[in-house]
């Protein structure tokens, strides 16, 4: 009924949109299916899929697998499924204490994997940059010679990030970081598209994709600081400005312990991964607190542990439940589920990686041009 | 380029579609809009908008208003609006002291306001709800009087609501409290669509649509208890299962007074009505604090202020920025604003009976059945 005219849609665009609709069929396929199963999913026509398939073959996106051993009468089809040889994305991450890299491949499998301890904290943001650039580069060569192209990096950081910059990481003493920028001036990295987001909505992101965790959670990052990202139906919650989830620097005790934000009294002063280490008693209770507070703000269903809290979490467990019994104010009519993180102390570079590989998997048009 | 069949659209459902467009299109316009504006604006035909109009002036949902006398060349056209004769809205509230009702016409005009102060603690939820329901069944009567329809009511109650039901409100000493059962059960209001919501639910609404404030923010509502409503990007934030919001019960103080909810150190203690009324030093920090911990945890940039804080909003004002300053994260980055509510202590009241309007603007089509 409506008059509303609608722009003719270009040719190039409706062959971007089909190849991504043909490449995410097969990724989210539980076997691989043949060219014909993937003409019924997508409403396409059989010609049409073939002729896709045929460029993301060409592409190093997808590959054919032989039929199985013919069984009765018909011939069966060959499979279609995400290649493990094409693109892959390199996951990268500075925290405090650790540079962490890891190279992920289109099927999802990590190939490479580097972690570096060491206090992260003396050294200018540009040395800690450049320590983390000689680990992705390492890791980058190890993928090439691996048959693997590294189609990008995304870098988790414990802090707010807009705009491609770090604006404030409290804990590294940053402010106004041009991470990726720093990263690309590695000369084992130019040219390789970088992004900089934060390590808890990383690692959120990573519980929900990579892990196939639940679709509305709360995940806790506790590292020397504390972040978290919200996810919400399936969706990470960012903010207005995209500065959500500093639950680190949610006060426990107003008077309390100074905290290098500048406030004092911070749950990353009481529940960070030094008072975890010192086995300090109030660790459990102090957490506790804070995640009631959260659930009795946001009705959050679920809470996921991750980050240093993962290998403590039976330790924690039974203090912070007790503090949600005692606090949230639903806790009669419905419990909170307690979790650790599926991906560990991993989840934030396996979801930076994870990143990059779905930008190839939501626009493989562009990695065509880019590749060919 | 895809094959999914689409239902056909029903002729009923169309129809019902374009009364509800053409209705919003003339509620939603600056100045009167003519026949042919509306046509315009909804893009459909103007022998379809006219037979449309007819039927919602029939059905006593719009006026035409004569022509402005002619100035120059043509004939000026009539215009359309919403009537301030026809369908109105009932909003009421129970709080811990006082009930509310109030009368709200299809324009948004308040025709009818009551309110009554007395401590609901004491009497049994039934008692209390009966005499909400005397007051109910005065403005209903006063309205028709004055020549109105009501159309249905909604309750505000600070509690836990779901499924129509009041799981708990912890200031009343209410549990499963079948509210708009017990409403209907008053003679003046039997046959009356009744609805429950959260109070600063629905102040928050009212904060939104009718005093048309920011599309992101953090309504609270100080009273006896004190409640919030997340707003963000025009949709009301509810949570997993629409208890989102209990910022009263926020820890300020964990070994602090004990609450009415069970747990202790709870921000309702602190910064609840009580306390402003007495005059307690902390009540503005403890508000600041519990407000700094949204801000860190959800990126909001607007923080208001209603119930019985927006009459202390001054007083209150200095001691919760400084707050904010000294404890979110990215105060140096962006000021949260914090202002008084637009509407005052009625927001809730004003935001019930603007959700019964919205019902019929956005169904015209059900309106005119049962009222034909």
Known sequence: MSSSTTAPVRQSSVRAHNL???LNTVANSADPPSRAAV???TGLTRATVSAL???LIAGGLLVERDPPPRTGAGRPAAGLALTAAGPAGLGLEINVD???ACVVDLTGAVRQRFIE???QRPAPAADA????????ARARLAAEADGLVVAGAAVAVPGLVSAGLVRVAPNLGWQDVDAPGLLRAVPELAGLPVTVDN???LAALGELRVAGGEQTFLYVSGEIGIGAGLVIDGELYRGARGWSGEIGHLTVDPDGKPCRCGASGCLEQYAGQEALAADE????AALGIALSTVVNLLDVPVIVLGGAYAPYFERLRDGIEAELRRRVLTAGLAPVTLRAARLGADAAVRGAADAVIRGVRDDPAGWLRRAG
């Open 117 to 119: 301890h060491a206090d």
């Open 20 to 22: 991504a609709l043909v």
């Open 129 to 136: 940059l450049a320590a983390l650039g000689v680990l992705a």
């Open 281 to 284: 008693p109030g660790a459990a």
């Open 39 to 41: 003409a019924g999913a």
């Open 98 to 100: 650790y540079l962490a």
């Open 199 to 201: 390590e808890a909505n």
């Open 53 to 55: 398939v045929d460029d």
